[in-house]
Structure formats: structure tokens, C-alpha cells
């Protein structure tokens, strides 16, 4: 870290930055913290920031994305950051683009006119729902009571002749049947296979008879990796810290990441490995470049000679060693 005691907060952050060579839109999508925040904070603009507490954790997320030690620039800083801080708005005054914009009474008596206008505004669509529901089911209603009345109304009696007349019994003759015809079941089309959805470009509509070669990737920090499967179109992305890519071909994986100290790999089952310990890794114009079958005629050529290299990100922080944890056993000859 340069040791210009002169430059202010935003210009040592900006400075370290630009040095590694790691855009702001990168530093936003790693630390979740929106571009436009992250300008006020380069240019010490501390008027659109938020409260205090909330600078010092974007500071903190900042500098250990960039590989900076949170905490030493927390200190070196900390009298900056609350002399700055002074420069927003009081609650009182009100704070454009924030929570506290209006004061709390106004905002209270607001939100009860929204409910209560809501509530009115469901109730006018409710009665416009049910009301025809409500004429049509007192309409049947009525023509049911109608129709009860009618059957329960007595109808008069037909009057007896004195001489029955006998009708002649008319004499069915049944004709013949026709003859069955028998018709042939047409068959069913076959179903067609509905191809899997791959939208990483992974391999993963693939068969299982069909992969021939398999590897699984494990970040074990946030890193950029790029890879082609086959001849499907080259992939590129940050692939977050504990997060799983599982890459799988017909043919041949090509596969580059920012920092090979940040990724593991398993290969056929064989065991997981660092990538920055494999041996059959070749150093393109592009960058180290893993080719699965390690073997490959291809590793001649650059596969992503039309890219330009990835950015460099921060290797994985050590994994702290508890300070009482017993000395290893000695081992007995």
C-alpha cells in the first residue's frame, strides 16, 4: 500500500484500486454495494453517504475485496471518516435519497392514508365483483320458488269415456343388424426427447453415455472464471467463494480462472487438487489454461486468443490456527 500520508480516504482506496487493476463495477458486485455509493466514497463526498456505522463497514468490505487490511485502514482513517461524517444532513433537515427524507410524523400520517385509501379502494373492487353474483344467485333463487309453486298447483282431471277405445298393438319386426366392421388402432407417435435447458453452456444437456470427460470446481474465494465446452460459446463470469461449477464433455474442457490459489478441482474422481499445483496447466498469451483430457493436441493453440486476460483478484485468507490446539504427533520410526 503506498504510504502518501497526505492522500485522503477515497484517494488511497481509488489509488489501490486502479493498481491491481480491478474495476468499480467489480468491487460493487463483490461487496454488494451500489456503484453510485461507491464514487461518493472514492470522492469523499460523505453528503451521500448513509450513517456513520454504515461507511465504516463499506470501507471494511472495500479494502478486503482489493486485498487491504480492513482493520489498519479503519485506524489510519479513523478520525477522517468522523470528521466526514459530520458533513450530512441532520434527521431533522432531511436527507435527499434516504429513509429519513421527511420527518417521522409526516411519514407516519402518510403511510395511514395510503392503508386507509387501500382499504377503501378493496372494498369498491370487491363490491364491483359481487354484486352481479349476488343479483344472479337472488334471480335463481326466485325462479326456484316458482317452479315449486307450479308442481304444488292442482291440474285438473282428464274425464272418462263411457266406451274404452282399444288401440291396435303395432308389430315391431326387427331389422337386421349391419355387419361389424373392425378397425385397426392407428399407433401413437412416438414422443420426441425434449433437449435439457444448459444456460452455462456446462455440458449439462448431455447424456450420460455420452460425457466422456468430467471436472468439478470449487472457489474457494471469489474469482473470474472462463471455460468452453466442446464447441459450445466460451463462458465467462466471477464465480463466488464456496460456490460449485461442474463442467462436462464430449470432446475436451478448456478452462482458465483469475487466480489458480483460489480453485480446486476434481477430474474423473481422482481426488481434489489446487489449480495452481497442476502440472499439465499450460501458460497461454491469455492466461494458465487447464485442458481437459490433459492431453490434448489442442494445447498447442490458445483457445481464448481473441479475449484479453481475466482480472487479477486476491488470493483465499489463510484458515486461522486456533493458539491452543495440541503440537502435531511426533512421528515413531
Not at 87 to 101: Q, V
Not at 127 to 148: C, N, T
Not at 297 to 318: I, Q, V, Y
Amino acid at each position: 500500500m503506498s504510504e502518501d500520508q497526505t492522500a485522503s480516504l477515497g484517494e488511497v482506496l481509488r489509488q489501490e484500486r486502479e493498481r491491481r487493476g480491478i474495476t468499480i463495477e467489480q468491487v460493487a458486485s463483490a461487496t454488494k454495494i451500489s456503484v453510485r455509493l461507491l464514487h461518493s466514497l472514492e470522492s469523499d463526498n460523505f453528503a451521500e453517504l448513509p450513517a456513520k456505522p454504515f461507511i465504516r463497514g463499506f470501507v471494511a468490505s472495500y479494502a478486503r475485496f482489493i486485498g487491504l487490511d480492513p482493520a489498519e485502514i479503519l485506524t489510519r482513517f479513523s478520525d477522517f471518516i468522523e470528521t466526514k461524517a459530520h458533513d450530512r444532513p441532520t434527521k431533522e433537515a432531511g436527507h435527499s435519497g434516504y429513509a429519513f427524507e421527511k420527518r417521522e410524523g409526516e411519514q407516519s400520517r402518510m403511510l395511514l392514508w395510503l392503508v386507509m385509501g387501500g382499504f377503501v379502494v378493496i372494498g369498491a373492487l370487491l363490491m364491483f365483483v359481487l354484486k352481479p353474483s349476488l343479483k344472479h344467485h337472488e334471480r335463481s333463487r326466485a325462479e326456484k320458488l316458482r317452479a315449486v309453486h307450479a308442481l304444488k298447483s292442482p291440474t285438473p282431471s282428464p274425464k272418462l269415456s263411457p266406451t274404452p277405445s282399444v288401440s291396435p298393438v303395432p308389430v315391431v319386426v326387427p331389422s337386421p343388424s349391419p355387419p361389424a366392421v373392425r378397425t385397426t388402432p392407428s399407433p401413437s407417435p412416438t414422443p420426441t426427447k425434449s433437449a435439457k435447458p444448459d444456460p452455462l453452456n456446462s455440458g449439462l444437456d448431455l447424456e450420460p453415455a455420452e460425457i466422456k470427460y468430467k471436472v468439478v470446481f470449487k472457489a474457494l474465494a471469489d474469482v473470474w472464471v472462463r471455460y468452453s465446452v466442446d464447441k459450445k460459446p466460451t463462458m465467462k463470469f466471477i464465480l463466488r467463494a464456496e460456490r460449485i461449477l461442474v463442467l462436462r464433455a464430449k470432446e475436451i474442457i478448456r478452462f482458465q480462472v483469475s487466480n489458480p490459489k483460489a480453485i480446486n478441482f476434481n477430474y474423473a474422481g481422482r481426488g481434489w487438487k489446487l489449480g495452481a499445483n497442476e502440472k499439465t496447466a499450460t501458460q497461454q498469451e491469455s492466461g494458465l489454461t487447464l485442458f481437459f483430457p490433459t492431453d490434448s493436441s489442442e494445447k498447442n493453440t490458445d483457445p481464448f486468443a481473441d479475449s484479453k486476460p481475466l482480472p487479477l483478484t486476491p488470493p483465499p485468507r489463510p484458515t486461522p490456527t486456533p493458539r491452543d490446539a495440541p503440537p502435531p504427533p511426533t512421528p515413531t520410526p
